[in-house]
């Protein structure tokens, strides 16, 4: 356990949730990327939070991809539509990724939080003896 | 015995030792948060630390065990309230336990200038 460890904990926590929120920031920039239907569809991004060992904490432990083949929409307009005047658009939820950006966004304050108070116990255990 | 090895200096050591403990995994409870499967962690040390000073020792080691309360659908059972509370609980307490010790320790400055 290093000085300071509680910081150092609470610190994993803010990055994990910093990279969710910018997972989800990514997932709704690309909500209307278009892609010619013989392509991918844009593939929306999860974060997967695990465990650290010995309490150190929590870690990416990956990013999972979400469906490649999104949905199709009719827009024979397009610049990249196919014959049949159908392109691919990401097939993304914008009500689950909101409730995720505030999942997110309670997380990271929650852990601010604990920086806050754990640096006002380090400063009284630095007060012993004054 | 030694200046400081009186039940009272060993039993304040352990005790902020314990809620030093309690702090970092509070804060492992929080970064867990929103970990799928992940159960919150509690840090106990009061019963026995007051048994052993009843016993004429201080000196206790901090036991960490998992949370049984029930879990929610992704089987994290991290409630921020609780986390919340014993943090400010945990901090109030490592304060007075700061000031007990800083407490002692005057004592003794009093008694060094006293000639």
Known sequence: ??????????STGLTVHRKWLDAVSDNLANVSTVRATSEDAFRQ????AQEMADGGGVQVAGIVEGSAEG?????????????QGY???PDIDMSSQMTQLIM??????????????????????????? | ??????????????????????????????????????QAQRVSFEDELSQ????????????????????????????????????VDTNLRYQLATQAISGQFSSVRTALRTS
């Not at chain 1, 949905?71 to 014959?83: C, I, K, Q």
């Not at chain 2, 009186?6 to 929103?34: F, K, M, W």
Request: proline share 3%.
């Open chain 1, 1 to 10: 356990m290093t000085i300071f460890g509680a910081i150092g904990v609470a």
């Open chain 1, 45 to 48: 991004k999860y974060v997967v």
């Open chain 1, 71 to 83: 949905r199709l929409v009719y827009e024979p307009d397009n610049p990249l539509a196919d014959e």
């Open chain 1, 87 to 89: 392109v691919r658009y």
């Open chain 1, 104 to 130: 997110a966004q309670r997380g990271y304050q929650a852990n601010a939080a604990v920086v806050d108070r754990a640096k006002e116990t380090y400063a009284a255990a630095l007060q012993i003896g004054r």
């Open chain 2, 1 to 38: 015995m030694g200046m400081f090895d009186s039940v009272s200096s060993v039993a304040l050591n352990s005790a902020l030792d314990g809620l030093a403990l309690r702090q970092r995994v509070i804060a492992n409870n929080v970064a867990n948060i929103q970990t799928p499967g992940y």
């Open chain 2, 52 to 87: 052993a000073v009843t016993r004429g020792s201080g000196a206790v080691t901090a036991q960490v065990a998992r949370s049984l309360e029930p879990t929610r659908e992704d089987g994290n059972n991290v409630n921020l309230d609780t986390e919340t509370l014993l943090n």
